[in-house]
């Protein structure tokens, strides 16, 4: 089955920096790349994905890679706020499921 | 319109006792998904629904949790005999875009604490 590595597991960050966090997959039939950021007490919130047939997507501050090649992807934060301040988590899918990274908890530095 | 939900927000039972978690998904959103996360971990696959199927239950742990869905709507998730390694938060997510990757979206989950 997938597996999914998603590093660093914390990121801290001065605001108004940016910040990056990448991923590798193991399945290279994942053709879906969500990434989904958690605030405390709340449910997994989609902020954005990709499929594997781009290699970039961009929504404001936030951007997402592909490179299916090498089986990684990363987000890209840019400007950082402290409304950034959350977990995040990659994901990858083949079909129907999807397999999680383990997260990463971003902290914005004021 | 109104998003995924799920019911208790909270629940603490003790050892032994059984325990049903209900998911109201995204109306119109035909698959639904169970997922569960421990503290401080990722989100752990438990079981997939299209309508009223399961084609895929390869993430219940044991025997003891099982799942349903009628109607293609609502689901619940059961777990008997609860231990306290069930101890978690359990999220539910429906999509419109079975068989296909489609944008998941998530209940705010429910948190179950096992005395």
């Known amino acids: 089955g997938e597996n999914v590595e998603q590093h660093p597991s914390t990121l801290s960050v001065q605001e108004g920096d940016s910040a990056v966090i990448k991923c590798t997959y193991s399945?290279?039939?994942?053709?879906?790349f969500p990434w989904y950021k958690q605030e405390l007490g709340k449910g997994p919130q989609l902020i954005i994905d990709?499929?594997?047939?781009?290699g970039e997507k961009k929504d404001q501050r936030i951007a997402v890679t592909l490179n299916k090649t090498a089986k990684h992807f990363s987000l890209h934060i840019t400007e950082t706020q402290p409304e950034d301040s959350a977990v995040y988590f990659c994901?990858?899918?083949?079909?129907?499921?999807?397999?999680f990274g383990k997260g990463t908890h971003l902290i914005i530095q004021p | 319109g109104a998003g995924v939900s799920q019911s208790p927000s909270n629940k603490v039972t003790e050892k032994g006792k059984d325990v049903e978690l209900r998911c109201d998904p995204i109306?119109?959103?035909?698959?639904l998904y169970w997922y569960r996360q421990s503290l401080g971990q990722g989100l752990e696959f438990l079981i997939y629904?299209?309508?009223?199927?399961?084609?895929?239950k390869s993430g219940l742990p044991s025997d003891r949790f099982s799942a349903e869905r009628t109607g293609g709507s609502v689901s619940t998730l059961t777990i008997q005999r609860t231990q306290q390694e069930d101890s978690a938060v359990y999220l539910c997510?429906?999509?419109?875009?079975?068989?296909?990757?489609?944008?998941?979206?998530f209940g705010p989950g429910t948190r179950l604490t096992v005395t």
């Open positions: 990709i499929r594997s047939n781009v």
């Open positions: 109306s119109g959103h035909t698959a």
């Open positions: 997510a429906s999509s419109f875009s079975p068989g296909r990757p489609g944008e998941q979206y």
């Open positions: 399945d290279s039939a994942s053709n879906y």
């Open positions: 629904f299209q309508g009223n199927s399961a084609p895929d």
């Open positions: 994901a990858a899918s083949v079909a129907d499921g999807l397999t």
